[in-house]
């Protein structure tokens, strides 16, 4: 009904409507994008036939945007940190590279934070990224503008990075889906930092999207290859799920409190796959989930099994030149002469710390080891945990600084390498996205697709911003 131009076209005014105002698309590529729609629409008046096309080019036509952490060729891949400003990709990650290869166009890079290590993006090289819902609140991290971009209907699929919750907090805060796939299923070559050592096991690279039902055809186009190993092709039977609910980490001193609205919303699902569905939700109390930050951090800074030591953040922050002293760069930073963020530079803190005591770290990473049979037994093949995505709704610019560990309710299913879908659930009485992770057993990503498709019909999904 429409030709792939004017749908190209439509996404470019709307985002040079409402990028002023949020400031999620860092560099657009505008201009190749709709010489790449000519191109499609030149091949649907060819005609090789629908079925021959929907085969190949799954997403023919499809415009998204990618996180600028992940190589697009020609785009900036600095991920805010400063002394990469000059660098452009030459080369697009594996992920971009078969989004393409699927006719799928991309319109642009978004914001991120810094180094992609914390849940507000902002950044010295890029600014600050506004929530489309209220343009004084966080639209989360670290794949933040993607986040805020598909809520203010700017592009209909985002390539997102996962390694404490980077898809799936922004997906939560900005009211739409993201999916966190199963430990080692989509390739994450491509992006800067990209992990190494034990983190390997814990980054993912994902799909986030306004619509539910885009979820699994961009994640078998993401996957390649690799889609092999989940269950993609099996039919889901609802009423057969075991459904599990834990309304909060049993009161970490390290997080928030969960929010009333939060928890209300939870309920309300709960409630509903009960009279519609008729299964029977059950409460369940993990008492490991309290030490979520603990067991993330222990796990993130241990060993791989050849003995190599993860990464540090300080070396990233050097980016190959000199690693940064973080004791010098707050004293910089508190004179306004430090080129890096203070999440950063208190993040290089947290880890100088976190050396001191190897023996306890030592103990969680044995706790997070027996938390992952204890979900893997518990979830098993038809089991989905429902658990809050965060302890509060989108906070305030900066206000993540006081409370830097409420991120512990997504992180902690990286380390366990348990597939998440988190599913927007309307909007809260101050007109802000609430929302839930369904979580399953590793391989099981059908099984937390299906109910996100079965959700979002029941709750309503996305919401436009500004439209109450």
């Not at 029977?280 to 099994?305: L, N």
């Not at 922050?317 to 004293?331: A, S, T």
């Amino acid at each position: 009904q429409v030709t792939c131009v004017e749908v190209v076209e439509a996404y470019v005014e709307r985002i040079k409507e409402v990028n002023p105002l949020i400031n999620a698309v860092v560099k657009d590529r505008f201009e190749e994008a709709l010489q790449e729609a000519r191109q499609v629409d030149k091949l649907l008046s060819e005609g090789p036939g629908d079925d021959y096309l929907e085969e190949k080019f799954p997403l023919l036509g499809v415009p998204i945007t990618v996180k600028e952490a992940f190589s697009l060729h020609g785009m900036p891949n600095t991920s805010g940190l400063v002394n990469r400003r000059n660098v452009i990709a030459t080369s697009d990650a594996t992920v971009v590279s078969r989004l393409k290869q699927a006719g799928a166009i991309p319109l642009g890079v978004t914001n991120c934070s810094e180094l992609c290590m914390w849940y507000e993006s902002s950044n010295r090289v890029y600014g600050r990224t506004n929530n489309p819902y209220d343009l004084q609140r966080i639209v989360g991290g670290s794949s933040g503008g993607e986040g805020g971009v598909l809520a203010a209907a700017c592009s209909v699929i985002g390539v997102g990075s996962d390694i404490g919750g980077s898809i799936r907090m922004p997906a939560f805060f900005n009211g739409v889906f993201g999916h966190k796939p199963t430990t080692g299923v989509v390739p994450n070559d491509g992006q800067f930092p990209n992990a190494q050592g034990v983190r390997t096991s814990y980054l993912c690279t994902g799909p986030m999207c306004r619509y539910a039902e885009d979820l699994e055809p961009v994640l078998r186009v993401m996957a390649g290859p690799g889609v092999n190993k989940l269950k993609l092709n099996e039919k889901v039977s609802l009423e057969k799920i075991k459904f599990h609910c834990m309304d909060h980490d049993g009161g970490s001193v390290f997080v928030s409190p969960v929010d009333k609205e939060i928890l209300q919303a939870q309920k309300k699902v709960v409630e509903h796959l009960e009279s519609k569905l008729g299964v029977q939700v059950r409460r369940v109390a993990i008492h490991k989930m309290k030490y979520s930050f603990q067991i993330w951090s222990a796990m993130m800074s241990s060993k791989d099994s050849d003995g190599q030591e993860a990464q540090l953040f300080t070396d990233l922050l050097g980016d190959h030149g000199k690693p940064v002293w973080p004791l010098w760069e707050l004293m910089k930073w508190l004179v306004g002469m430090s080129s890096h963020t203070l999440p950063a530079i208190a993040l290089g803190l947290t880890e100088k710390l976190m050396k001191l005591n190897p023996g306890g770290n030592a103990k969680l990473v044995s706790m997070g080891k027996s938390l992952r049979e204890e979900m893997e037994g518990l979830l098993g093949p038809d089991g989905v945990l429902l658990y809050p995505s965060h302890p509060t709704i989108a906070p305030r610019h900066h206000s993540p600084i006081c409370m830097p560990f409420n991120f512990a309710y997504t992180a902690i299913f990286n380390v366990l390498g348990l597939p998440v879908t988190q599913c927007p659930l309307g909007l809260s009485s101050e007109g802000l996205p609430l929302g839930i992770q369904l979580v399953a057993a590793s391989y099981n990503d059908h099984l937390t697709l299906a109910v996100a498709r079965y959700l979002e019909k029941a709750f309503g999904g996305w919401v436009l911003p500004g439209k109450v």
